[in-house]
């Protein structure tokens, strides 16, 4: 993290010295010694910033990144003062006071060079300590104190664990063991990987050290690799437990060298059934040198490897026999079930007492199916007593516990191992997420908006920054550190993303020490006053009282119900250096002048607000990359807004946007023509298009960057001026158009070429028919259609689209019959089918729909019956029935009825109808509430 922030600084340095010419004479010098330094001391970082230290070495990384932080402020100041003084020249009165500013001036700048020469001598006096404590350069070699450290390796547990801890892997582990002995007779990999804790190594150690596999195979090896690994300690182990008595055998083997002891490993594999574990693989070269000893024989050999990185998962597959499999955490039920063996072993024949059931039940919820966690906390409770002030105790201070409580910190450390192994560019991006709530789920595209913001990505040749934080996140998905949000995929067509509980109270804790960010809540508002960035959680009042906060770069607000005047006012006189500024959902109507001093701001965050004006002084803030008033009132942005040349983001739409069923016109911005200004823009959505005519088209042909455009009030005329728009879009990923009204027809027919990484595409109003160009698009995942009326068939345009998740039809379609084919819609998980008024028969012929997970039926009156072949869906976890007849619901009751069978393996089935408004009462299916509605 330090290494981050050391290399922001060296950027941001880079960017004065090359930009900023006028600097005080002798202080460009002092600059320029200044990066240098930081230079040579980021390479001792690389080695220094590591997880188990000395407090000796602690210490100095907490003063290079206070140094850093330090040089960031003035930087920032400086820039800040330049900025405010040409703006006053610009006006006529402060040109009549040119000599008293002119006067005024140069004290800022005479404090300037005093901080700079400050700053100069506190960064050699660290550079100098670092020799001091021996530390070499990553490009030397390892670093002396750095790696002087005791460390056991928590997880030793997981291989010895006791057989009531096994629970919830019973399935995967016969299903491993099948692999094991069965199977064809080449060698294959199996490659089981998961986030840290869930389980990896315990599963694979009792299939390992199952008595029918031992006879089974001639040798067995294990290896637990680990982060820092050594390859010929590791093959000089494979030899020692393969030769086993034979050892002296092996008296004239060279032991050091590498090439010999794959030479003599095949040879006497070659012959062999063999399995090998590698426990613990955290990078992928690792197996391109340890496989060249382990020939591929047709004995029926087997390895098998546990990782947290599907990357290094899929990379060990190289032939069909070799499979990756993801450990899933456990259901609920085998969540609890391993909770009370662990806290009950000795009381309560091992169930909860009733009156610790609520506090129980939250603390495994805490554990969201982790069973290193579950086994680890109820192993701590079991040692409490059963009475719920003490479980209480341990449920709102599990943060605290985790930290300190000797039973805990291996739970700490073992999580904590993915957050040390990432590479510098990653950890602040992962730190971040401790910004939001426990359990908040944030859009990918904010998150890579926010990111870019705060300087957290650097640019790649030729890749746009938002590419390269996309790319950022993917890599801690595939690390098993962020999950994707399972569910309904909300109106933006962006998936959202959280991580564990566990690890946000993990990363908290490190985000708090690393001063990036600080929580204030109700209970505890006071800052230290040196987080870079503040997060503010139902507090409003006093937050602002007793610090300093000149070094806070963004505010956030969550679950703010009340915002009184007095806490804007403070706000925009206290944090003159913001550079994020995010009031989603907060209860405020207005935005004062003052936030045009924000010269720093990148990123204006007022979704879901009261706002309805954005003052004209939003015009001066020449950093302003992201401006979101989504969900406001803000119907038109003023003109000032096109001095802002550097905006990536115009993201704007009215809250009706939501899904609802009868049509009304979306409401976007107006914005005037001149649009095409915006050479960088990367989303620009919604603008309404009937206030431009042709004008707005010829605009948006100049924005060939746009990866989203959304563009509403369409009409059949403005169609093709549209479409060769779109054209002109090659980097176009998100498409959202919607007509003026019900009646009017979208008209998307001429594009002739469309963008080929379009992936999401939202069409709001009538069609003549499916657009031809829709069925060419490999990589499209998303489709929503919304009051089409389509009179031809729809499915066969994009039932072998090879990248489809999310299909929805509403109110889309005038048929009476939807028939998915055998084979088709391969990759699809979920499908909606709302508002059909004519749709009689739904059918699924066996083969279709393998991946569906989540289905969507209704308002279709005339349906009677469940659809045919709903029973061949295997992966098909929930469905959600709207609105449906009552005849339709009695077939699909448990005791007696007709339908009953196709929907019985379903996990979760939910019938909703509509009571007030918009809002839906939510039944299971066999609710005697239920019954009683479908009589009334």
């Known amino acids: 993290m330090t290494e981050t922030v050391v290399a922001l600084v060296i950027n941001e340095l880079v960017q ?31 080695d220094a910033d590591k997880g188990d230290l000395q407090d000796d070495v ?19 100041e400086y820039v800040l003062h330049e900025a405010q003084r040409c703006h006053h020249q610009q006006s006529f009165i402060a040109f009549l006071h040119k000599i008293g500013r002119l006067l005024k001036k140069l004290k800022p700048q005479h404090d300037i060079a005093t901080k700079i020469q400050d700053i100069k001598l506190s960064v050699r006096e660290i550079k100098e300590r ?52 069965g199977g064809e007779s080449k060698r294959s990999v199996i490659s089981v990987v998961g986030m ?10 009792k299939v390992y050290e199952n008595e029918l596999l031992k006879r089974h195979f001639d040798c067995r090896v294990w290896i637990t690799v680990s982060q820092s690994y050594n390859v010929q300690k590791i093959l000089m182990s494979m030899v020692n437990q393969i030769y086993h008595e034979e050892i002296i055998a092996l008296g004239q083997i060279d032991m050091t060298d590498e090439i010999t002891l794959i030479s003599q490993l095949r040879k006497c594999l070659q012959q062999k059934k ?26 029926g050999s087997r390895i098998i490897i546990t990782t947290r990185s599907e990357l290094i998962g899929v990379s060990c597959k190289e032939s069909l026999t070799d499979t990756v499999h993801k450990l899933q955490p456990l259901p609920q039920e085998k969540a609890w079930e391993l909770f009370c063996r662990k806290a009950f072993q000795t009381e309560f024949q091992r169930c909860c007492p009733s009156e610790l059931m609520r506090l129980s039940m939250e603390i495994v919820k805490k554990c969201e199916g982790l069973p290193l966690a579950i086994v680890a906390v109820g192993g701590l409770l079991s040692t409490k007593e059963k009475v719920p002030s003490e479980w209480k105790k341990l449920h709102d201070s599990l943060s605290y516990e985790l930290e300190c409580n000797p039973h805990l910190t291996s739970v700490t450390k073992i999580l904590s191992l993915s957050y040390h192994d990432l590479p510098c560019y990653l950890k602040s991006c992962y730190l971040y997420f401790g910004i939001f709530p426990e359990d908040y789920s944030i859009s990918g595209a904010r998150l890579v908006w926010l990111w870019v913001a705060e300087g957290f990505i650097t640019r790649k040749k030729g890749k746009p920054l938002e590419d390269v934080a996309e790319e950022f996140l993917m890599e801690l998905i595939h690390r098993n550190l962020v999950q994707v949000s399972f569910g309904e995929l909300d109106y933006e067509m962006h998936e959202k993303y959280r991580i564990h509980d566990l690890l946000h109270e993990i990363i908290l804790s490190k985000a708090h020490e690393l001063n990036l960010c600080q929580v204030l809540d109700a209970d505890d508002t006071t800052s230290h006053g ?26 956030f607000l969550f679950n703010i119900t009340e915002l009184p005047r007095s806490f804007i006012v403070k706000l925009f006189q206290k944090f003159k250096l913001l550079k994020v500024l995010d009031f989603e959902d907060a209860p405020i109507d207005y935005l004062p002048q003052e936030v045009g001093n924000l010269f720093h701001l990148k990123s204006l965050g007022l979704r879901r607000t009261k706002v309805k004006i954005l003052p004209k002084s939003v015009g001066r803030l020449q950093n302003l990359q992201t401006l979101n008033v989504m969900e406001t009132e803000v119907r038109e942005l003023p003109t000032e807004i096109f001095r802002l040349y ?59 960057q746009l990866r989203k455009l959304g563009i509403s009030n369409m009409t059949a005329e403005r169609g093709r001026a549209l479409c060769a728009a779109i054209q002109n879009m090659v980097h176009l990923k998100v498409l959202i158009v919607a007509s003026i009204s019900e009646d009017e027809i979208v008209d998307l027919e001429s594009i002739s070429s469309p963008p080929p990484f379009l992936k999401h595409i939202y069409l709001r109003g009538r069609l003549k028919k499916l657009p031809n160009w829709i069925r060419e698009l ?32 509403n109110h889309a379609y005038d048929g009476e019959q939807l028939h998915f084919e055998k084979g088709s819609f391969r990759r699809l998980k979920r499908l909606t089918l709302r508002d059909m008024k004519k749709l009689k028969m739904v059918e699924m012929e066996k083969g279709s729909l393998p991946s569906l997970e989540q289905l969507e039926i209704g308002p279709c009156l005339q349906m009677k019956e469940v659809p045919s072949g709903i029973q061949h869906l295997e992966s098909l976890k929930l469905i959600d029935f709207y609105e449906m007849q009552r005849e339709f619901v009695l077939r699909m009751q448990p005791d007696g009825g007709k339908d009953y069978w196709k929907v019985q393996k379903v996990t979760t089935i939910r019938l909703r109808y509509r009571i007030k408004g918009e809002r839906y009462q939510i039944y299971k299916l066999s609710d005697s509430d239920l019954l009683e509605h479908l009589q009334g």
């Open 16 to 46: 004065l010295i090359v930009h900023e010419s006028k600097l005080l004479k002798g202080v460009h010098r002092e600059v320029v010694d200044i990066k240098d330094e930081l230079d040579s001391i980021q390479c001792f970082l690389k």
């Open 58 to 76: 602690k210490m100095w990384v907490k003063q290079v990144r206070e140094v850093a932080y330090h040089i960031e402020d003035v930087i920032d």
């Open 274 to 299: 063999y399995v090998v574990v590698f426990d613990d693989v955290w990078k992928t070269e690792f197996w391109e040198i340890v496989k060249h000893s382990l020939p591929c024989s047709d004995k």
């Open 530 to 555: 040196k987080s870079r960035c503040l997060s503010i959680h139902d507090a409003t009042e006093n937050v602002f009282e007793s610090s300093e906060y000149s070094r806070v770069r963004s505010i």
């Open 646 to 704: 550097k905006l990536r983001q115009i993201l704007a739409h009215s809250h009706d946007f939501e899904i609802k069923s009868s049509f009304y016109s979306i409401k976007g911005v107006k914005l005037h023509e001149g649009v095409g200004c915006f050479k960088d823009l990367q989303m620009l959505t919604l603008i309404e298009a009937n206030h431009h005519g042709v004008g707005l088209f010829k605009e948006l042909e100049k924005l060939s």
């Open 778 to 809: 490999q990589n499209l995942v998303t489709l929503i259609l919304f009051f089409s009326s389509l009179k031809e068939y729809p499915l066969s345009y994009v039932q072998a689209l090879p990248n489809l998740i999310t299909l929805s039809v």
């Open 196 to 205: 840290g804790g869930i389980g990896k190594t315990t599963l694979v150690r």
């Open 130 to 181: 670092s020799e001091r404590y021996g530390f070499s350069s990553s490009k030397q070699g390892s670093s002396g104190s750095a790696t002087n450290v005791t460390w056991h390796d928590p997880r030793v547990g997981s291989l010895f664990m006791e057989e009531d801890e096994v629970v919830g892997i019973e399935y995967t582990r016969d299903e491993l063991a099948s692999w094991l002995v």
